[in-house]
């Protein structure tokens, strides 16, 4: 490399969400600090009253700054955010897009991504990239999810030799290949922080409870928690005997149910309410099995969290969680998001834990192996930053 490049990162949303693609931002303007000067923005829009603690933020960005922030005015209606950006921060930011030579943003809605076009049009020395973090459709053939991204992806077709795009997926890339060439379509998949995880990671091989986690939105429409307390319920019920706990982390819809059943069965649940990113490994560390039970997930960073975490997964059949952990051992997998599969899963790994403890372990250790070797922030961050040198000529 013979000198540094400008790379923006834009963050449609404001990083206080801290959702995955917020902490992405953060991680891969700090990562790509050492190699190129970093221009990172965010917005107002916050969708949670649960956010990211000011100290969790300075932390991911470990020394570079939040150059400027987007307002949008934001209108709450029939449940539904709508959001409008201010012409004089929009022309603010072409400012700031003028000096730069990367600029990395990810799909959010139509009238940003038209923004950004505009954008790419005016500024044509600079590099677009647009990364694809959502689900690419709904199983719903008819519903509006579906009509928004179609529309999305045939308007950003139209400069398809002036933008790049980045998918977190295989399915994903695919997926875009309808409406963008291949060519333009860079799959590049996730990465984590492995040094809160691998410090500290001895755990005592044999326990007399067999720990449960879930982390993730308390929702049942995306996150599927409502089939997921059912099964739970239904197995507590049905056998008070076992050795089971469940411990929740996250914010949603579903808290108060949630609340009731550790209020009845406060020797089986425990809900932690909303727990910061920063400390959220301890929580990892100190369960044994995972449960992800999301409807739809192009990736599933949680899902890498957890194996880090040194935990065997329960989950069901997403695009993300089929592509991280098709054919690992450590993955049991729910064929249909029910109850009884649910009960039935946990009743499966729970006697491989009281008849093979050995093999269990066995299994744990598999987790974090494959997720270090495949997984880690450091290859993530080489990857963009070969992505963005190849697209400015500098490789």
Not at 169 to 178: F, G, I, M, R, V
Request: hydrophobic share 40%.
């Amino acid at each position: 490399m013979n000198s540094r490049i400008n790379v923006m990162i834009l963050s449609p949303l404001s990083l206080e969400n801290g959702r995955g693609g917020e902490i992405s931002s953060m991680e891969l303007a700090a990562g790509l600090s050492k190699y190129h000067n970093i221009t990172l923005i965010d917005s107002n829009i916050c969708f949670s009253n649960n956010l990211l603690s000011k100290k969790s933020i300075l932390k991911k960005l470990n020394g570079v700054k939040r150059n400027y922030r987007i307002k949008f005015a934001t209108l709450n209606l029939f449940k539904k955010l709508f959001t409008f950006p201010y012409v004089g921060d929009i022309i603010r930011l072409y400012k700031k897009i003028k000096n730069c030579d990367i600029i990395y943003t990810s799909n959010f809605t139509i009238k940003t991504n038209l923004i950004f076009m505009l954008f790419s049009l005016l500024h044509r020395k600079g590099k677009f990239v647009i990364g694809h973090r959502k689900p690419m459709e709904s199983k719903k053939i008819l519903s509006i999810y579906n009509l928004k991204n179609r529309t999305s992806f045939l308007l950003l077709s139209l400069l398809k030799k002036r933008l790049h795009h980045h998918t977190i997926s295989y399915h994903a890339k695919k997926y875009l290949e309808n409406f963008i060439p291949s060519n333009k379509i860079t799959h590049i998949i996730h990465g984590i922080d492995l040094k809160n995880f691998l410090k500290d990671q001895e755990k005592i091989s044999k326990q007399d409870t067999l720990k449960f986690i879930y982390v993730g939105s308390i929702d049942a429409v995306h996150k599927g928690v409502d089939v997921l307390l059912d099964g739970i319920e239904k197995i507590i019920e049905d056998n008070k005997n076992l050795n089971l706990f469940f411990e929740f982390c996250g914010v949603g819809p579903l808290e108060e149910r949630l609340k009731k059943l550790e209020q009845i069965y406060p020797n089986f649940i425990r809900y932690n309410g909303y727990v910061d990113n920063e400390i959220i490994d301890t929580h990892f560390k100190r369960n044994d099995v995972f449960l992800f039970s999301s409807r739809r997930e192009p990736f599933g960073r949680v899902l890498i969290e957890a194996l880090a975490g040194k935990l065997i997964i329960l989950c069901s059949k997403t695009f993300g969680s089929i592509e991280i952990l098709k054919n690992q051992e450590f993955a049991f997998f729910f064929h249909n998001l029910n109850p009884k599969e649910i009960r039935d899963k946990i009743l499966e790994v729970y006697n491989l834990w009281k008849i093979d403890i050995m093999k269990f372990n066995e299994l744990k250790e598999l987790a974090m192996k494959y997720v270090v070797q495949k997984y880690s922030l450091s290859q993530e961050i080489e990857a963009f930053k070969n992505l963005f040198e190849e697209l400015v000529g500098i490789r």
